[in-house]
């Protein structure tokens, strides 16, 4: 299929696979392309290494909406970095029934910890955005870079985990002593009461009445954060949204992406394909080259070192059988993943590029190979 | 700081760009350590799949098991590192119990932010007890910074109990001299740029956890003279040649590219960060993977013990 069909039929591209493996510039590549054909496309990273700026030739970008420059093309590119602290504030106003709750929580101090510095929460705020930018139906197309997180599609869970947090089963549990502190002068009763002591022990008294407090404020937002983590998930199985698994031919990454794949597939989630970044193009015909390049050597060296032919030669040999028996084996890694992947679904190679990938220019080439 | 005191090291951490074979170094550092003599143990940090699984054809578990003579792995996932840390924290088995039978409790530390890093990190700590020396292989860049910032979170939120005690120790553990945080990188501009990027955060980070070095893999020396790369030019500006002469010059311009990636990368770790660098060379005779990932493992240690040889010898 032509990679430009995929990029017509979809809404939203998710880019998942290891790190290293060009996938944020991949991700760039898709969107550069989509633009070019006159779609109006952001590209999403919550990738905290700013990959994505680089492959832009930016500096850094942050947490808004920031359009990328592009001269002859019909569709517009737009970039975002999700960046966890801004985007959990925009959320606490968005969803604040009032003014007093938004302040609230804005200045607990144990809210200002979670959403800076707490692991994780890049991921926790990851579909919150992606939910902004797709409803919002400003783009035709939303491409998301996934972070490179060793536990396979953690960014699909963690949400669930902050949603399983705020369970009103969980805050009730555990605001009820509050609540009726609040009536009765801390009222303990049950197995409860005793292992709410023994919380208090664990964690230090202070801590817990500050975390009350949090998750008190907190207790009314739960039914928004369900909600928009449900519209999430469904809006990953539409037909308009696909999954593409990004690798390198390497060992580690091929194991990734095979990995991955079956994950998808367990969780039904829909997958276009596999793209094979970074892939060492070799024909591997037999040659010697002092067979073919003995006389243009001799030609071009006439004001050189003298023994720089023969030097060079060597060092082409041994470089061109490299080379072969480099690409030979991505080629045996390349077949293994094919057996893993969907009816349907499709393999692209992208050429590893002389040069390294960052800017427009070499971002149209890779969409360029996509097209083969 | 030179690679046989890194190498001595009681905790070393590892983390790095995605790809830049973090994992491998950790088994060539453990495997080192095993053959200097060292109990070693090399962690993997809560992964649902194993990256040491793929060199050493063993899945580690969480409780440590021999990978090869001397040298151990073990795969910290939250579960059972949280009934051992409760075990440690509380240290009263009843109450222990009492906390693990209660589903809330359970949710409640699944899901507070930060527990499931500090509960791991503490894990880490408590093993150096058992082990002459433990490696871990971190998550990458901006994910190991998370782990990393969260004692010094953890110590500042809970300022008196048990919590803040482990974290203190946590923090003491990464801060002392016999701890050091190793970055992976690879002789490519981006990858450079982060690890730059990486170790301005990590010299940020509340924990004063030492990063004397970076390791850098896939390096080819350079050893290609001017009047070589002149005439490699030259014969690439060539027109009108068949296509076997341009895949060799393809060849020779990927290699000779290598070799200039390699001398700016080492020049820009040098002069941006003033670390020092161990550069491993490229594996594999052909380029490929003759011999398995392990065996590349093992190249990769015994390059580690000549330079730590060399280094005891001066």
Same mark, same amino acid.
């Given at each position: 299929m032509?990679?430009?069909?995929?990029l017509?039929?979809?809404?939203?591209i998710i880019?998942?696979?290891?790190?290293?493996?060009?996938?944020t510039?991949?991700?760039?590549?898709?969107?550069?392309?989509?633009?070019?054909?006159?779609?109006k496309?952001l590209?999403?990273?919550?990738?905290p290494a700013?990959r994505l700026a680089n492959?832009l030739?930016?500096a850094?970008?942050?947490?808004?909406?920031?359009q990328?420059?592009l001269?002859d093309?019909?569709?517009e590119?737009?970039?975002?970095?999700l960046?966890?602290q801004s985007?959990?504030?925009?959320?606490?106003r968005?969803?604040?029934?009032?003014q007093e709750t938004?302040d609230?929580?804005?200045?607990?101090?144990i809210?200002?910890?979670?959403?800076?510095?707490?692991?994780?929460?890049?991921?926790?705020?990851?579909?919150?955005?992606l939910?902004?930018?797709?409803?919002?139906?400003?783009?035709?197309?939303?491409v998301?870079?996934?972070?490179p997180v060793?536990?396979a599609?953690?960014?699909?869970?963690s949400?669930?985990?902050?949603?399983r947090f705020l369970?009103r089963?969980?805050?009730?549990?555990?605001?009820a002593p509050?609540?009726?502190?609040?009536?009765f002068?801390?009222?303990f009763?049950?197995?409860s009461?005793?292992v709410?002591r023994l919380?208090?022990y664990?964690?230090g008294?202070e801590?817990l009445?500050?975390l009350a407090e949090?998750?008190?404020?907190?207790r009314?937002?739960?039914?928004?954060?369900r909600?928009?983590?449900?519209?999430?998930i469904?809006m990953?199985?539409e037909?308009t949204?696909?999954?593409?698994?990004?690798c390198?031919?390497?060992?580690p990454?091929?194991a990734?992406a095979?990995?991955?794949?079956?994950?998808l597939?367990e969780r039904?989630?829909?997958c276009?394909?596999?793209?094979?970044?970074?892939?060492?193009?070799?024909a591997?015909?037999?040659?010697?080259?002092?067979e073919i390049?003995s006389?243009?050597i001799?030609t071009?060296t006439?004001d050189?070192?003298?023994?720089?032919g023969?030097?060079?030669?060597?060092?082409?040999?041994?470089?061109h059988?490299?080379?072969?028996?480099?690409?030979?084996?991505?080629?045996?890694l390349?077949?293994?993943i094919?057996s893993?992947?969907p009816?349907?679904?499709?393999l692209w190679?992208?050429?590893?590029f002389?040069g390294?990938?960052?800017?427009l220019r070499?971002?149209?080439r890779?969409?360029?190979?996509?097209?083969? | 700081?030179?690679?046989v005191?890194f190498?001595?090291?009681?905790?070393?951490?590892?983390?790095?760009?995605?790809g830049?074979?973090k994992?491998?170094?950790a088994a060539?550092?453990?495997?080192?350590g095993?053959?200097?003599?060292r109990r070693?143990l090399v962690?993997?940090v809560d992964?649902?799949?194993?990256?040491l699984?793929?060199?050493?054809?063993?899945?580690?578990?969480y409780e440590?098991?021999?990978?090869s003579?001397?040298l151990?792995?073990?795969n910290?996932?939250?579960g059972?590192?949280?009934?051992?840390?409760?075990?440690e924290?509380?240290?009263a088995?009843?109450i222990?119990?009492?906390i693990?039978?209660?589903?809330?409790?359970?949710?409640?530390?699944e899901a #507070?932010?930060?527990?499931r *890093?500090?509960?791991? =990190?503490?894990?880490?700590v408590s @093993?150096?007890e058992?082990? /002459?020396? $433990?490696?871990?292989d971190m998550p990458a860049?901006g994910?190991?910074i998370?782990?990393?910032?969260?004692p010094t979170?953890?110590?500042?939120?809970?300022?008196?109990?048990?919590?803040?005690e482990r974290a203190?120790?946590?923090?003491?553990?990464l801060?002392?001299?016999s701890?050091?945080?190793?970055?992976?990188?690879?002789?490519e501009?981006?990858?450079?740029n982060?690890?730059?990027?990486?170790?301005?955060?990590?010299?940020?980070?509340g924990?004063?956890?030492?990063?004397p070095?970076v390791f850098l893999?896939?390096?080819?020396a350079p #050893?290609m003279?001017?009047d *070589?790369?002149?005439? =490699?030019?030259?014969?690439s500006? @060539?027109?009108?040649?068949? /296509?076997? $002469?341009?895949?060799v010059?393809?060849a020779g311009?990927?290699?000779?590219?290598l070799?200039?990636?390699?001398?700016?990368?080492?020049?820009?770790?040098?002069?941006?960060?003033?670390?020092?660098?161990v550069?491993f060379?490229?594996?594999?005779?052909l380029?490929?993977?003759?011999g398995?990932?392990?065996?590349?493992?093992e190249?990769?240690?015994?390059?580690?013990?000549?330079?730590?040889l060399a280094e005891?010898?001066t």
């Amino acid at each position: 299929m032509k990679f430009d069909r995929l990029l017509a039929q979809h809404k939203l591209i998710i880019c998942v696979g290891s790190g290293g493996v060009g996938k944020t510039t991949t991700a760039a590549a898709i969107g550069l392309r989509g633009a070019r054909e006159g779609r109006k496309v952001l590209v999403l990273t919550i990738d905290p290494a700013r990959r994505l700026a680089n492959s832009l030739g930016l500096a850094q970008f942050g947490n808004e909406e920031t359009q990328i420059e592009l001269k002859d093309a019909t569709g517009e590119l737009w970039a975002m970095m999700l960046d966890s602290q801004s985007t959990f504030d925009a959320l606490i106003r968005k969803v604040s029934p009032d003014q007093e709750t938004q302040d609230k929580i804005l200045d607990n101090r144990i809210y200002r910890h979670i959403a800076d510095s707490f692991g994780g929460s890049q991921e926790y705020m990851a579909t919150e955005r992606l939910y902004d930018v797709v409803v919002s139906g400003k783009y035709d197309l939303v491409v998301l870079d996934t972070p490179p997180v060793k536990n396979a599609l953690d960014f699909l869970e963690s949400p669930g985990r902050l949603t399983r947090f705020l369970d009103r089963r969980v805050l009730q549990w555990f605001l009820a002593p509050y609540e009726e502190g609040r009536v009765f002068g801390r009222l303990f009763r049950g197995t409860s009461a005793v292992v709410f002591r023994l919380l208090g022990y664990i964690f230090g008294r202070e801590f817990l009445d500050e975390l009350a407090e949090f998750l008190y404020i907190f207790r009314d937002l739960y039914d928004g954060f369900r909600e928009r983590h449900e519209a999430v998930i469904e809006m990953f199985a539409e037909a308009t949204t696909t999954f593409l698994v990004v690798c390198a031919p390497t060992e580690p990454s091929v194991a990734v992406a095979r990995y991955f794949l079956d994950e998808l597939s367990e969780r039904q989630m829909p997958c276009a394909g596999v793209i094979v970044n970074q892939v060492h193009q070799c024909a591997g015909s037999v040659v010697e080259p002092a067979e073919i390049l003995s006389e243009v050597i001799a030609t071009s060296t006439t004001d050189l070192d003298p023994h720089v032919g023969a030097q060079l030669l060597a060092r082409l040999s041994v470089a061109h059988r490299r080379l072969m028996g480099l690409a030979k084996a991505e080629g045996l890694l390349i077949d293994s993943i094919k057996s893993r992947m969907p009816v349907h679904s499709i393999l692209w190679r992208v050429p590893r590029f002389e040069g390294e990938v960052h800017d427009l220019r070499a971002l149209d080439r890779v969409g360029e190979s996509l097209q083969d | 700081m030179r690679l046989v005191d890194f190498a001595e090291c009681r905790l070393i951490l590892l983390t790095g760009k995605g790809g830049t074979g973090k994992t491998s170094v950790a088994a060539a550092l453990g495997h080192l350590g095993a053959m200097e003599g060292r109990r070693t143990l090399v962690v993997e940090v809560d992964s649902q799949r194993s990256a040491l699984a793929e060199i050493f054809g063993v899945t580690p578990s969480y409780e440590p098991i021999e990978l090869s003579e001397g040298l151990w792995g073990a795969n910290l996932v939250f579960g059972p590192a949280l009934v051992d840390w409760l075990d440690e924290t509380v240290r009263a088995a009843k109450i222990v119990k009492l906390i693990l039978a209660n589903q809330m409790v359970q949710v409640f530390l699944e899901a #507070t932010p930060g527990a499931r *890093e500090l509960v791991i =990190l503490s894990k880490v700590v408590s @093993l150096l007890e058992e082990f /002459d020396q $433990v490696v871990v292989d971190m998550p990458a860049s901006g994910h190991a910074i998370n782990l990393l910032k969260v004692p010094t979170t953890a110590a500042r939120l809970m300022r008196t109990g048990p919590i803040h005690e482990r974290a203190s120790d946590v923090l003491a553990t990464l801060g002392d001299s016999s701890t050091a945080l190793g970055i992976i990188a690879l002789p490519e501009e981006m990858v450079v740029n982060e690890t730059v990027e990486l170790y301005s955060k990590v010299r940020q980070l509340g924990c004063q956890v030492q990063v004397p070095l970076v390791f850098l893999n896939r390096c080819a020396a350079p #050893t290609m003279t001017e009047d *070589e790369h002149t005439l =490699l030019d030259r014969l690439s500006d @060539l027109e009108d040649v068949d /296509d076997d $002469v341009k895949e060799v010059l393809r060849a020779g311009r990927w290699d000779a590219n290598l070799e200039r990636a390699t001398a700016d990368s080492l020049g820009r770790l040098h002069g941006e960060i003033g670390v020092g660098v161990v550069p491993f060379p490229r594996m594999g005779v052909l380029g490929g993977f003759e011999g398995g990932p392990k065996r590349v493992v093992e190249q990769m240690a015994s390059a580690l013990r000549r330079r730590v040889l060399a280094e005891r010898s001066t």
